[in-house]
């Protein structure tokens, strides 16, 4: 089985699930039991601060929004840049280049709202598939891989979908931009 754990899966163009439409999902775990994955471009409406004070008497000192991380519910999952509280290292840092590790611990994560690490994003629910359920989508081509950065994953943006797709499949991205025209392929000229 060829893992994709630590990639980020880009939503197909023709992906119609609403679940997924024109998402980035970055892979947390990827075995031959299942996957976990967040996807990465879906904030929701609630701040981090006002949900940490409906369950929580902690102090929190982060800004930003909770992102719906897909549609299974589950616990406060959290992507970080601190080694501490590392549940899972998703991206490994190399010299200069930061990692992002991920925890749902409770305490882990009580203490990274107390005093939270220079990059950290809270999701609430989190994509999740069955055994070999991944690996068959990527077969039927719905999702297209490329490696994960941690600008990709604590910088998106709501745009981060197209600005992927630009960069990895600029045909796929052409048909969005100017539907009904196909693209020329340079490769045919």
């Not at 950065?149 to 100017?178: C, H, M, V, Y």
């Amino acid at each position: 089985m060829d893992s994709k754990s630590g990639k980020l899966i880009l939503a197909g163009a023709d992906m119609v699930d609403p679940n997924f439409a024109q998402t980035v999902t970055l892979i947390v775990e990827h075995t031959a039991e299942g996957a976990l994955g967040l996807v990465l471009n879906r904030p929701s409406q609630t701040l981090v601060n006002e949900a940490w004070r409906r369950v929580e008497d902690g102090p929190c000192l982060l800004e930003g929004w909770v992102h719906q991380g897909g549609p299974c519910p589950g616990p406060l999952m959290v992507l970080h840049d601190a080694e501490r509280q590392a549940q899972v290292d998703v991206i490994v840092g190399e010299g200069e280049r930061i990692g992002v590790s991920f925890t749902a611990d409770a305490d882990d994560i009580r203490e990274l709202m107390a005093s939270p690490p220079d990059r950290l994003r809270c999701f609430a629910g989190y994509a999740g598939w069955g055994a070999g359920q991944l690996n068959d989508e990527l077969e039927r081509s719905s999702w297209i891989v490329t490696d994960a950065t941690a600008e990709a994953i604590f910088d998106s943006g709501p745009d981060l979908w197209k600005r992927l797709l630009r960069r990895i499949n600029p045909t796929q991205a052409a048909l969005l931009d100017n539907p009904g025209i196909v693209p020329q392929d340079p490769s045919m000229n």
